[in-house]
Nanobody
Framework: QVQLVESGGGLVQAGGSLRLSCAASGRTFSSYTMGWFRQAPGKEREFVATISWSGGITYYADSVKGRFTISRDNAKKTVYLQMNSLKFEDTAVYYC??????????????????WGQGTQVTVSS
């Protein structure tokens, strides 16, 4: 089992950057596929990005491709989401998720087993 704790959210102006972190507990972090999702007010939770257990394969939602970068440091048991060129529509609670399923491109909520509590990102226009 793994526990996830996100950090790094905050208030930023449009065009700015933020880096989110997700720290994981447990001894087998390097075997987990990790993902970032987000949920804006009144909307469903949606996929943002995912990274394979080794860190070599990444996938992104079209809405963030070219602006966001997911990465991981297995030695630190941490996954990151670097967010650049932020837009007002990126405002949401961002969630980190983990699964032991080893498949590329996991982008549906029910494909992940563990979730963090979320961190708020607010982009002012």
């Amino acid at each position: 089992q793994v526990q996830l704790v996100e950090s790094g959210g905050g208030l930023v102006q449009a065009g700015g950057s933020l880096r989110l972190s997700c720290a994981a507990s447990g001894r087998t972090f390097s075997s987990y596929t990790m993902g970032w999702f987000r949920q804006a007010p009144g909307k469903e939770r949606e996929f943002v990005a995912t990274i394979s257990w080794s860190g070599g394969i990444t996938y992104y939602a079209d809405s963030v491709k070219g602006r966001f970068t997911i990465s991981r440091d297995n030695a630190k048991k941490t996954v990151y989401l670097q967010m650049n060129s932020l837009k007002f529509e990126d405002t949401a609670v961002y969630y980190c998720a983990a699964t032991q399923t080893r498949r590329y491109g996991l982008r549906y909520l029910n494909e992940y087993d563990y979730w963090g509590q979320g961190t708020q990102v607010t982009v002012s226009s």
